[in-house]
């Protein structure tokens, strides 16, 4: 993550990104840009940064690759994504990571992801700063707000997909816990893990001892976590872990660093800290391009239910 709490600056989180949160009604725009004034090449180069609407998505399929991404980036024919949110806005200056290559020509986009393969696209400009790109292979369109790397929120991106940020190391060992608070069961756990699936998904813990490798450990107990807002603080997230042979353990999730976390138990009004072992770089099979990877995958969730694409048999001849 490029920075913490340092983005005063920035209008509010709710202005910056309200594009986000608004309602696109595709029909509205089917054929509006018939005659597109700059060349395709020149529009997908108009913004350093294009943020994945994932909520905005239209239709019932999926796309793997802009599923995964948090943001792309067209740059001299080479494609490319930030897929994690650790390291959001310092991986590779901000751009992400190298996923691909890409054609663009007349209103037509054409992809080669190095793991997942060629995609087309007919590309549709909404406004100044938004994109429709139409998958006519699946009948799902995703929504793409442009941004240049000066004016993108990464505090907000990575905060407001916090879950996934906790799924991106294959384990979180404690280090730390503090002298106050009352003694309670979950001062035993040592381990966590969270698993990927979306907002409300499953997590194991270990009582294993500090320093045990990660592929040593014993999870002892899986069950099902949840992350949450909490009104008026951004930076302030909820962690409810339900555990069945005692009673849920909720606290207050503040991140300190891109491996750190700490973890405030209002019960017993003890403060953890955990650190992040195995960082997961989601990207592809090892030794595409000589670059190194991991097999492990991540889809984005949708926070609304999926609707059919009024784009259907409207593809550009």
């Known amino acids: 993550m490029k920075t913490i709490k ?8 709710a202005t910056l990104f309200t594009s986000c949160y608004t309602e696109v009604v595709v029909d509205e725009y089917v054929d509006v840009y018939d005659e597109p004034t700059i060349s395709l090449n020149q529009l997908l180069n108009s913004h350093e940064l294009w943020y994945v609407d994932i909520n905005q998505t239209v239709g019932y399929g999926e796309t793997p690759f802009l599923q995964k991404a948090f943001t792309i980036s067209f740059r ?7 897929n994690n949110i650790v390291g959001l806005g310092d991986s590779g200056g901000g751009f992400g990571i ?20 060629f995609d087309t696209f007919d590309v549709y400009q909404i406004d100044n700063n938004t994109l429709e790109l139409y998958n006519p ?34 384990a979180w060992e404690k280090t730390y816990t503090s002298d106050f608070g009352a003694l309670n069961e979950f001062d035993e756990e040592n381990f966590l893990q969270f698993l990927a699936g979306g907002n409300d998904s499953t997590f194991q813990s270990s009582q294993d001892d ?5 592929n040593n450990l014993y999870w002892d107990y899986t069950g099902i976590y949840g992350v949450g807002d909490v009104t ?18 909720y606290f207050e999730l503040s991140v300190i660093n891109d491996g750190k976390i700490e973890l405030f138990h209002p019960a017993s009004e003890t403060v953890y800290e955990f650190a992040g072992r195995g960082y997961i770089q989601y990207f592809k099979t090892a030794n595409v391009k000589g670059k190194t990877a991991t097999t492990k995958e ?20």
């Open 98 to 117: 190298d996923v691909g290559s890409y054609d663009a020509y007349d209103m037509i986009l054409d992809v080669n992801h190095d793991l997942d393969g």
């Open 298 to 317: 991540k889809s984005r969730k949708f926070r609304k239910d999926k609707v059919v694409n009024p784009r259907e048999n409207t593809r550009i001849k």
């Open 137 to 170: 292979n699946n009948d799902t369109s995703y929504f793409l707000e442009g941004y240049q790397r000066s004016n993108f929120d990464y505090d907000f991106v990575f905060y407001d997909n916090i879950h996934y940020f906790l799924q991106e190391y294959e």
């Open 232 to 249: 008026g603080d951004m930076y302030l997230k909820t962690l409810t872990l339900d555990y069945d042979y005692f009673d849920n353990e």
């Open 6 to 13: 340092l983005l005063s600056g920035f209008a509010l989180m």
């Open 210 to 214: 500090n320093g045990t490798g990660t």
């Open 76 to 82: 001299n024919g080479v494609l490319y994504a930030n």
